[in-house]
């Protein structure tokens, strides 16, 4: 019985990573630098692996910014534009990587990012490959088996990990229309076989190839075209043995498929859905072994031992020992690297923190795992499951987690708490008649630049070297700045900056019961933004206003309208590590009940309009399309929970970024709110085509600049945009504004940005009343 791991964090126990590439970027450190502090992280990760006693160490888990740009630069996916960042001899090729990943302004080269959206219904999110109907691949980079060399020169023998070339072309995008992008496998798979033979020649033993889409709904084409491209795989090299990795799913009917390809092992995902063994046993070819993922990669709660004892033995007793793997049930890249990191008492009750596991502890319980089941009566094993119980029975019987008040509050809800407002034609007559917006108003998502002087006073904050006083007359001093600079711009709708909030869910949930924080919780959401998730422990309950202070103190400044800014029961659930012993809906309705009281509250403090975010509605759909509806009627209904208590004449924002809303379009239309804003500048407004071919009634704000890149777009490209944007939607429906909250910015390219889109929604406007 092996041990393996899919992947492993890669932004370093303290961050590391993320540090060395905005130093990188600024011109602070030097790319030498910088790829040292990557090889360090990488030999330190298989170096841990290795002491945990993991068979199988992955290599090829490492990036600089995202495995599926990694995956695109290793095949040569490189478009057109930034052939002349290629030919340009002073830019290397990560240079060119980050190019793609980020935009590039100099020597006259102005080159837009590629487009990124979420890894399927996770928070991270990954660089979209684009091809043509003419797409030539080619090997463009050895980082694959560079990796496994450093590693073996470490004494370290890998399992390279590589996106497999089906799920590959599927995460893409066709970038001209009239062609299936499936149909490129023919020009993709000889580079795959390139790969394949430099690790072959290497002395690779084990390669994991990537396939999360065989937990999706496939296509006919699709299914058929599995069988053939593992088929050439196997041909070309006979002594390869090949792991196909699936996770955050089960594979249901597309279990057969999965167990006829020629592989040597195949992986599933026993935490999300634990069913599919009995049917993988049953139909399992005698000589494919099964890779079992038990400890959970996406949260952070300690494993069962006893539960995950019982599938192994159940499967041990079907195909013996020999034939079976353990491992995590996805890559750890979606957890924090180490529980260890976690000091401070105060912030993380040592009651939770003994239920908790962490990257480093996972890949320690897949190991303790294989002992308990070839040594089960070894004194020490039998006390290591001894205290594993021990820990799940406390949890399960601790007083911390229930709170009657709120589950009866929960129970208490009915059909009017979600639909309390007139109809949205009535609604927005009340509306405009109380705000007076001109035609295509401007406004900001919702943060202002966290600078390092805004950081710092959170962080003497906490530790006490600045009072609580002096605290928020800082921030006061802030906000005031920003209302001012907003004013000078000439925005129409105003934010408050968000000065007080280190992160857009782990601010509401500090001030919310039932969550718990960490210090060093860190895990990556995209290049070097990194998150730190809130624990949701128990049940939820709002014991005090959490924005009113604020909304209402920039709101005296100005007599402009100033937007309350919330995050929404979904993204909070969402972005949270969620306690996994009740259903997510009925937390999701806890969270939403607790979001209603803040925004009632900000509507009497005398805030008319407030923004709810749900960034991720889309990200938290079922793979499967047969389980959205029950999802999407409990998130729908959770957001209007949330919204519904106010006035009509009280006008409710939302956003959303980096989603396909072709197929959800009905639920969107079903929150009701009166404004959406959603990310459209990377893919030049066509995610605009959903909510036009659905007549979408309501109002909303495409995108009009990426905020995910340093650039500062022209006025003309962003006036493009929006008579792109006009040409789809109704004039009298459309607002301005950038892509996302600019917390992540700077204030110089911040109010560049900012004025330059203000001119251009002026310049839309004196169009229009000429014609």
């Known amino acids: ?344 008492e105060q912030q993380l009750l040592p009651e939770i923190k003994a239920w908790m596991a962490f990257a480093r502890q996972k890949i320690g319980e897949v190991s303790v795992l294989k002992q308990l089941v070839i040594h089960p009566e070894k004194p020490s094993n039998l006390q290591l499951l001894l205290d594993n119980q021990i820990t799940i029975h406390n949890r399960q019987t601790s007083t911390l987690i229930q709170n009657q008040e709120v589950r009866k509050k929960t129970r208490a809800i009915g059909n009017t708490d979600a639909s309390s407002r007139s109809e949205h034609p009535a609604r927005k007559i009340l509306q405009q008649a109380t705000l007076n917006f001109p035609l295509f108003p401007t406004t900001t998502i919702g943060s202002f630049p966290q600078t390092q002087e805004v950081r710092n006073w959170r962080a003497k904050r906490k530790k006490g070297e600045i009072g609580e006083m002096e605290y928020q007359e800082l921030v006061k001093q802030a906000i005031a700045a920003a209302i001012r600079k907003q004013e000078d711009i000439g925005l129409d709708l105003l934010v408050h900056g968000e000065f007080e909030r280190n992160d857009m869910v782990e601010y509401f949930g500090e001030q919310l019961n039932g969550f718990a924080f960490t210090q060093n919780g860190w895990v990556q959401s995209y290049g070097s933004r990194c998150v730190k998730p809130p624990i949701i422990y128990g049940d939820i309950s709002r014991p005090a206003p959490m924005t009113v202070f604020w909304s209402s103190y920039a709101q005296s400044l100005t007599r402009k309208w100033v937007k309350g800014m919330l995050t929404g029961p979904v993204t909070i659930l969402q972005w949270s590590f969620v306690r996994n012993d009740q259903p997510r809906s009925e937390t999701c309705k806890q969270i939403a009940l607790a979001i209603r009281e803040e925004v009632m509250d900000l509507e009497r403090a005398g805030i008319k309009i407030i923004q709810i975010d749900e960034p991720a509605i889309r990200e938290g759909l079922p793979l499967k399309k047969s389980n959205w509806k029950a999802y999407l009627d409990w998130a729908v209904q959770a957001f209007r929970i949330s919204s519904s208590g106010v006035q009509d004449d009280t006008q409710i924002h939302t956003h959303m970024c980096y989603s396909e809303f072709n197929d959800i379009m009905e639920s969107i239309v079903a929150m009701d709110a009166d404004v959406i804003t959603i990310e459209c500048s990377r893919s030049q407004m066509k995610l605009l085509d959903a909510f036009a071919d659905f007549n979408y009634p309501n109002e909303i704000g495409p995108g009009v600049y990426d905020i995910h890149a340093p650039r500062v777009p022209s006025k003309k490209e962003m006036v493009d945009l929006i008579e792109k944007a006009e040409k789809v939607i109704p004039s009298e429906q459309l607002w301005v504004n950038p892509d996302c909250g600019l917390k992540t910015r700077k204030w110089e390219e911040t109010e560049a940005a900012l004025k330059v889109m203000v001119e251009a929604a002026r310049e839309i406007r004196l169009k229009l009343l000429k014609s």
């Open 1 to 344: 019985m092996q041990t393996h791991n899919l992947g492993y964090p890669r932004i370093g126990a303290k961050r590391e990573l993320k540090k060395a590439c905005e130093k990188y970027w600024s011109g602070e450190i030097t790319q030498e630098e910088l790829v040292r502090t990557g090889w360090n992280i990488r030999i330190k990760n298989w170096r841990t692996q290795q002491e945990a006693g993991i068979d199988l160490i992955p290599s090829n888990d490492f990036s600089f910014y995202d495995q599926v740009l990694d995956m695109s630069l290793a095949l040569g996916a490189i478009p057109e534009r930034y052939h002349d960042v290629i030919l340009d001899k002073k830019n290397t090729d990560l240079d060119l990587y980050f190019a793609m990943a980020r935009g590039y302004q100099n020597d006259g080269l102005d080159l837009t990012a590629m487009e990124m959206t979420k890894w399927f219904d996770s928070n991270y999110h990954y660089i979209v490959p684009e091809f043509t109907k003419n797409q030539k691949f080619r090997l463009f980079s050895s980082k694959i088996t560079n990796e496994f060399l450093v590693a073996e020169q470490d004494g370290i023998k890998t399992k390279p990990v590589i996106i497999g070339p089906l799920s590959y072309l599927l995460l893409g995008k066709e970038k001209e229309p009239g062609f299936d992008r499936l149909n490129l496998i023919d020009q993709l798979l000889p580079v795959y076989l390139e790969i394949l033979a430099e690790l072959d020649a290497s002395g690779a033993e084990w390669v994991q190839f990537d396939e999360p889409f065989l937990t999706m709904d496939l296509t006919q084409k699709a299914r058929e075209m599995y069988p053939w491209v593992y088929a050439k795989i196997r041909k070309a090299f006979p002594h390869l043995k090949i792991l196909v990795a699936t996770y955050f799913g089960g594979l249901e009917e597309n279990l057969p498929l999965a167990l006829s390809l020629p592989i040597c092992a195949l992986h599933l995902d026993m935490v999300r859905c634990p069913k599919q063994l009995e049917e993988a046993l049953d139909q399992l070819p005698e000589n494919l072994t099964l890779s079992l993922g038990l400890i959970d990669g996406r949260n952070i709660w300690k494993n069962d031992f006893q539960s995950s004892l019982e599938i192994i033995q159940k499967a041990v007793r079907k195909i013996g020992r020999n034939r079976i793997m353990i491992a995590p049930s996805s890559s750890l890249l979606h957890v924090p690297h180490d529980l260890e990191e976690e000091k401070n």
